[in-house]
């Protein structure tokens, strides 16, 4: 069985998708530390040609809280409808347009300020959507051993769910040994995205890498079926 595992990410690129698009059952590694900076409560749209980073903020709290012991900031609901504003200025004349919106529109329908929850949710609707059928399982639900970190924790989660074959993202190549993975009977692969670019209304340059929502405006569900196979798995 094929895993892959990745922290939840805000709309996150058209990669993570193929990540879980291409594994047996895809883990929501939520139980790890929350750090600053990344993808987890931003991400990236287009504004006229150029790319243009969103955040919905978090409460402030202890840096040494995990991932899904965070919470968003008591502005969620104004910071949501921005960003639902802001989607229809850079956006309304895509494609795609309104279909995308009722989807973003519903996922903020669901009611709650722990972020793991939030993005669980919103992962699974944009599986929904794009009939993605990989089942998704939090990490903080399996009975794990949490005192492990690393490429250890990966591959103790690995063997409680009986998987044999772990799928990490290209940038991941640095952070795992396939030696280490061979002694414990999984195979490694890491999943390489080719190079996707579809047209951004009339743009001469493509902005690659940004959020699921700029790959919803722009293409047709059978289009994307098409993206998200393009992709090598790398041993």
Known sequence: ????????YLFPYIGYFQLINCSDLFVIYDDVQYINRGWINRNRLLNKGQPFLFTL???????????????????????????L??????????PHFR????????IFQFK????SEFISNQISKVCEHLDIKTPLLLSSKINRDLSLKGADAIIDIVRVLRGDHYINPIGGTNLYSK??????GIQLSFLKTNNIRYPQFNNDEFVSNL????????NSKSEISELLLKYELIK
Do not use: C
């Not at 094929?2 to 939840?8: A, E």
């Not at 229809?88 to 004349?93: G, I, L, N, P």
């Not at 279909?99 to 519903?106: G, H, P, Q, R, S």
């Not at 709650?112 to 972020?115: A, G, L, R, V």
């Open 179 to 184: 030696n280490q993975f061979d002694i414990n």
């Open 1 to 8: 069985m094929k895993l892959g595992i990745m922290q939840p």
């Open 99 to 106: 279909e995308t919106m009722n989807l973003i529109a519903d």
């Open 211 to 218: 959020s699921i929502i700029d790959v919803l405006m722009f």
């Open 112 to 115: 709650t300020p722990n972020i």
């Open 85 to 94: 504003k802001s989607l229809e200025y850079f956006y309304s004349k895509a």
């Open 57 to 83: 903020s978090l409460k402030k709290d202890s840096s040494t809280l995990n991932i899904n012991e965070r919470m968003f900031s008591d502005d969620f609901d104004n910071e949501s409808q921005k960003l």
